[in-house]
């Protein structure tokens, strides 16, 4: 398996990406760090990334899947409204990859509207809103694995369970 994780430029969940990667490394899943700009991402306690392929020069049919993660930089870069992420989704969602998202970033697949009837595992109020309006099922679960493949974990402090039964479950 091969997934894109995908990171704001700032302020991203340092933790998050450090947990995704680590249970990517024990089930051997390959993965490429990806974003929208070319420099160094800094996450919320200092961590930094340089994304190894920008998103949009991505192809596709080589990942499985992707992972969002969370993070305050994906409101403050509104990374939710960025038209280019959201046709990815809608691009991933069509070819029936797995659009695994972590907290905040839930907003994403709700904006790209692949969500309707999907349950979706989120604490984050904004994203609860956007997930009724855009016809989908907020859940107080840890996680929900849909059948169109889009996968929400709650927040951070359900991660490193969700990880490893999302996982599983995928077939990693």
């Known amino acids: 398996m091969k997934f894109l994780i995908f990171i ?8 998050s990406i450090a947990l995704v990667k680590l249970f990517f490394d024990k089930y ?44 305050e930089g994906n409101d403050e870069y509104k990374i939710y409204d960025y038209r280019p992420l959201l046709d990815m989704l809608l691009l991933l ?3 029936k990859r ?16 692949i969500i309707k009837d999907a349950k979706i595992a989120t604490d984050d109020k904004e994203a609860k809103r956007l997930a009724i309006l855009f016809h989908g099922v907020p859940s107080d ?7 169109n493949r889009i996968i929400t974990i709650r927040n951070y402090g359900e991660l490193e369970e969700s990880m490893q039964r999302i996982l599983e479950h995928i077939g990693a």
């Open 8 to 15: 704001p430029p700032k302020n991203f969940r340092d933790e």
């Open 141 to 147: 679960s840890s996680y929900e694995i849909n059948s």
């Open 93 to 95: 969602n069509q070819k």
């Open 98 to 113: 797995y659009i695994i998202s972590i907290g905040n970033s839930a907003k994403i697949p709700a904006r790209a509207n």
């Open 28 to 71: 051997g899943v390959r993965y490429r760090i990806t974003g929208y700009n070319t420099g160094e991402c800094v996450g919320t306690h200092g961590a930094v990334y340089v994304p190894d392929l920008n998103a949009s020069k991505a192809y596709l049919d080589e990942y499985d899947g992707i992972v969002l993660i969370d993070g």
